[in-house]
């Protein structure tokens, strides 16, 4: 009878979160989907100029520059994505909102990983942390508003910051520098894909300068964060 209680305690977190994502996956579904957004229509004009252009790396890096110039943001990851997807699931606008939307499952799945291994959440909570405090942090805020809207620059912050922050905590906690190149890596997808993601760099340094003067916690660790 224990060991039942234990196996109900261990599944129901997983069926909710089931629950849910089939529940915003089917209101993708039941809405039918199609091309409306802003971003929608510039995105598949954009991925139309790059294919057809003859030269697709040339056309795709003059996007890339021409909006560094207009606006003063350089997004190559964001730009690859956007012409890869919107061409070819040009026809299949319903298909990209799942992939949005598993996305975005996947992103708040991280940041449960993340969330209970930096606070040393209980062996016995940590499922429940794993699924139910990332979801209802991005469903009960305005980051539902990034949760459901298509653009992807949004979503590659939300997951690069989780990827970051899952390396950065493996890098203090394992006591090996090997893990920073993995966080900085994901750390530069992010800021590749929208300039915002500059203020995770600019979190990680603080907190590198914060041990290496203050905490004094893993200072050779944080003297390769701030370099």
């Known amino acids: 009878m224990i060991r039942r209680g234990k196996?109900?305690?261990r599944l129901w977190p997983n069926a909710v979160f089931g629950i849910v994502a089939l529940l915003i996956v089917g209101s993708f579904l039941y809405y039918a989907p199609a091309w409306g957004l802003q971003d929608d229509?510039?995105?598949?004009?954009?991925a139309n100029r790059v294919w057809q252009s003859g030269n697709f790396f040339g056309s795709l890096w003059d996007v890339i520059i021409?909006?560094?110039?207009s606006w003063g943001i350089f997004r190559p990851v964001y730009y690859a994505?956007?012409?890869i997807t919107y061409h070819f699931l040009k026809d299949l606008p319903w298909l990209i909102y799942i992939f949005v939307a598993i996305f975005n499952f996947v992103a708040i799945l991280l940041w449960g990983v993340v969330i209970t291994r930096?606070?040393?959440v209980r062996e016995d909570l940590a499922r429940i942390s794993l699924f139910l405090f990332p979801l209802s942090f991005f469903v009960f805020t305005p980051f539902w508003n990034i949760f459901v809207h298509?653009?992807?620059q949004e979503k590659y912050i939300v997951f690069f910051s989780a990827l970051t922050l899952y390396f950065l905590h493996k890098a203090y906690s394992k006591d090996k520098i090997i893990y920073l190149l993995p966080a900085m890596l994901s750390m530069v997808l992010g800021i590749f894909s929208k300039p915002t993601g500059i203020h995770l760099a600019m979190a990680c340094m603080v907190f590198g300068a914060a041990d290496l003067i203050i905490l004094k916690y893993k200072r050779?660790?944080?003297?390769?964060?701030?370099?």
């Open 220 to 227: 050779h660790i944080s003297l390769w964060v701030l370099l």
């Open 7 to 9: 196996s109900l305690v």
């Open 150 to 152: 298509i653009s992807f």
């Open 66 to 69: 021409g909006d560094f110039s």
């Open 41 to 46: 229509f510039q995105s598949l004009a954009i």
């Open 118 to 120: 930096i606070f040393s």
């Open 81 to 83: 994505t956007v012409v």
